[in-house]
T-cell receptor
């Protein structure tokens, strides 16, 4: 079963704009990760945030985590057409930190 | 340095046939995972190996599914008596031991059961 839900399910923006995707989950977590998947391909790890962290940056990516609300957001700044992909959040629970539970994803389209 | 590789990339089979997929992880990674992904959904965890030991199995992994990692390197996933509901992308991932939780995914094997 899917642990989390991403919101929105689909997002279409112009190149140069920022894209924000949200993820909600249900159980206590050890860490939360974001992955990107281009159509028909495998997943690429983007960023990991631990349960005791509130914000993390990596290049044009910014991730926040609110454990009290069981939610996370991924912000992609200055988007590019190459950012077009599906984005998934994945949670790792305490006691089973190696098993990732994925949400259903946000399909991001960046228009040139 | 090569990434995670999977073979075959595509498999079409008739219902009732057996299929086997192979995954070669990144060479220094001792952890290996199998996931299944259906269209429009995120991947669902199937099973996880640390070296040759199968440590976790999902309830999704019915009796028709079996996974092995005999020498702690490559892994195989076999599906016996395939059903149309088995049609999906089967993804393999690996990770290293040293406290890192990031997983590195292969390109997947797309299975179509007709």
């Amino acid at each position: 079963s899917q642990q989390g839900e991403e919101d929105p399910q689909a997002l279409s923006i112009q190149e140069g704009e920022n894209a924000t995707m949200n993820c909600s989950y249900k159980t206590s977590i050890n860490n939360l990760q974001w992955y990107r998947q281009n159509s028909g391909r495998g997943l690429v790890h983007l960023i990991l945030i631990r349960s005791n962290e509130r914000e993390k940056h990596s290049g044009r990516l910014r991730v926040t985590l609110d454990t009290s609300k069981k939610s996370s957001s991924l912000l992609i700044t200055a988007s590019r057409a190459a950012d077009t992909a599906s984005y998934f959040c994945a949670t790792a629970n305490y006691g089973s930190a190696r098993q990732l539970t994925f949400g259903s994803g946000t399909q991001l389209t960046v228009l040139p | 340095d090569t990434g995670v590789s999977q073979d075959p990339r595509h498999k079409i089979t008739k219902r009732g046939q057996n299929v086997t997929f192979r995954c070669d992880p990144i060479s220094e990674h001792n952890r290996l995972y199998w996931y299944r992904q259906t269209l429009g959904q995120g991947p669902e965890f199937l099973t996880y190996f640390q070296n040759e030991a199968q440590l976790e199995k999902s309830r999704l992994l019915s009796d028709r599914f079996s996974a092995e990692r005999p020498k702690g390197s490559f892994s195989t996933l076999e599906i016996q008596r395939t059903e149309q509901g088995d049609s999906a992308m089967y993804l393999c991932a690996s990770s290293s031991q040293a406290g890192s939780y990031e997983q590195y995914f292969g390109p997947g094997t797309r299975l179509t059961v007709t």
